[in-house]
């Protein structure tokens, strides 16, 4: 599985944005698909994942209310639309996939993708 990245860029506090990745190779629908992302100098850390049914995504603390991770399996496509942003989500956000998780972490994933960038200045 390639994944790809976009959607990323600079962003003021308290708007939006929505990151896509599109997912190309063997079967998308079969995978729990997530997000995580790096901050300079700290670790990677789970953002959101949906399972490959679409059903009861789940959010890390710091952005549940905020974030919504949604997927279109027509499309080989996973979202995660961003909104009240602030200047602490800055980071290197990772689409991600697990063949074998329905809550992936960072030794289960199987793909990851190439990373975009999010900066909300503070």
């Known amino acids: 599985v390639q994944l790809v990245e976009s959607g990323g860029g600079l962003a003021q506090a308290g708007d939006s944005l929505r990151l896509s990745c599109a997912a190309s190779g063997r079967t998308f629908s079969r995978y729990t698909m997530a997000w995580f992302r790096q901050a300079p100098g700290k670790e990677r850390e789970f953002v959101a994942a949906i399972r490959w049914t679409g059903a009861s995504p789940y959010y890390a603390d710091s952005v549940k209310g905020r974030f919504t991770i949604s997927r279109d399996n027509a499309k080989n496509t996973v979202y995660l639309q961003m909104n009240s942003l602030k200047p602490e989500d800055t980071a290197v956000y990772y689409c991600?996939?697990?063949?074998?998780?329905?809550?992936?972490?960072?030794?289960?994933?199987?793909?990851w993708g190439q990373g975009t960038q999010v900066t909300v200045p503070s």
């Open positions: 991600a996939a697990d063949g074998r998780q329905a809550r992936p972490t960072l030794s289960t994933v199987d793909y």
